[in-house]
């Protein structure tokens, strides 16, 4: 820098900066500070794709007679399957669930008592062992003589490894009808999905 009371070049005050130096200039001045590293970055992430949601539908395409009370309810096959958390055994008509998570059950039937009793038709949806209900559904018999639609739903946490079925909870026989023609024959349905988990 020029000091303009002296009229010639003087120095920053840092050690070796201080005349005398040779003409014309100071020599340079050193930084104040120390150069500092540049802070540390943090490490670039790559998004991942979210994971696809569990889900199933299963379906009745057969009407079923007298189905005895605490039988279950005999889905012929599953027409849907998303993801790898829920699997359908045609075997025990349960669906078993293979990854922990919050799971929403829906569920649809053509129901009718037989003629010669007054039970109320009722659906219950429960663990394969018959230990854990779920959930209940149903509709007074007189809405079911001549046949009726009976849906219902639920929703709970389960840990992988459970098996879930519907069971006839009437306490009495029912029967499940039939509506339309093939190929779309209806009898039930139901869906599972996967609301959350893992």
Same mark, same amino acid.
Request: glycine share 10%; proline share 14%.
């Given at each position: @820098?020029? $000091?303009?009371? #002296?009229?010639?070049?003087?120095?920053?005050?840092?050690?070796?900066?201080?005349?005398?130096?040779?003409?014309?200039?100071?020599?340079?001045?050193?930084?104040?500070?120390?150069?500092?590293? $540049?802070?540390?970055?943090?490490?670039?992430?790559? +998004?991942?794709?979210? /994971?696809?949601?569990?889900?199933?539908?299963?379906?009745?395409?057969?009407a079923?007679?007298? #189905?005895?009370?605490?039988?279950?309810?005999?889905?012929?096959?599953?027409?849907?399957?998303l993801?790898? %958390?829920?699997?359908?055994?045609?075997?025990?008509? *349960?669906?078993?669930?293979?990854?922990?998570?919050?799971?929403?059950?829906?569920?649809?039937?053509?129901?009718?008592?037989?003629?010669?009793?007054?039970? *109320?038709?009722? =659906?219950?949806?429960?663990?394969? $062992?018959?230990?854990?209900? #779920?959930?209940?559904s149903?509709?007074?018999?007189?809405?079911?003589?001549?046949?009726? #639609?009976? /849906?219902?739903?639920?929703?709970?946490?389960?840990?992988?490894?459970?098996?879930?079925?519907?069971?006839?909870?009437?306490?009495?026989?029912? $029967?499940?009808?039939?509506?339309?023609?093939? +190929?779309?024959?209806?009898?039930?349905? @139901?869906?599972?999905?996967? =609301?959350? %988990?893992?």
């Open positions: @820098m020029i $000091d303009a009371s #002296l009229g010639r070049a003087s120095c920053c005050g840092f050690p070796g900066c201080m005349p005398p130096f040779p003409p014309p200039f100071p020599p340079p001045c050193p930084p104040p500070f120390p150069p500092q590293p $540049d802070p540390p970055q943090p490490a670039t992430t790559i +998004p991942t794709a979210p /994971s696809e949601p569990g889900g199933i539908q299963l379906r009745i395409a057969a079923q007679t007298t #189905l005895a009370n605490g039988a279950v309810i005999p889905f012929t096959s599953a027409v849907r399957q993801g790898s %958390g829920l699997r359908f055994d045609q075997g025990t008509g *349960a669906v078993s669930v293979m990854e922990s998570g919050v799971y929403a059950f829906n569920w649809q039937m053509l129901v009718q008592i037989p003629t010669d009793d007054s039970a *109320a038709p009722v =659906i219950a949806l429960q663990s394969l $062992d018959g230990q854990t209900v #779920l959930g209940y149903g509709i007074p018999a007189a809405a079911a003589v001549n046949g009726a #639609l009976l /849906s219902g739903t639920a929703v709970a946490f389960l840990p992988a490894g459970t098996m879930w079925v519907l069971v006839n909870a009437s306490g009495a026989p029912m $029967d499940i009808l039939t509506a339309g023609s093939a +190929p779309a024959v209806f009898a039930g349905s @139901m869906s599972v999905t996967e =609301i959350s %988990g893992r």
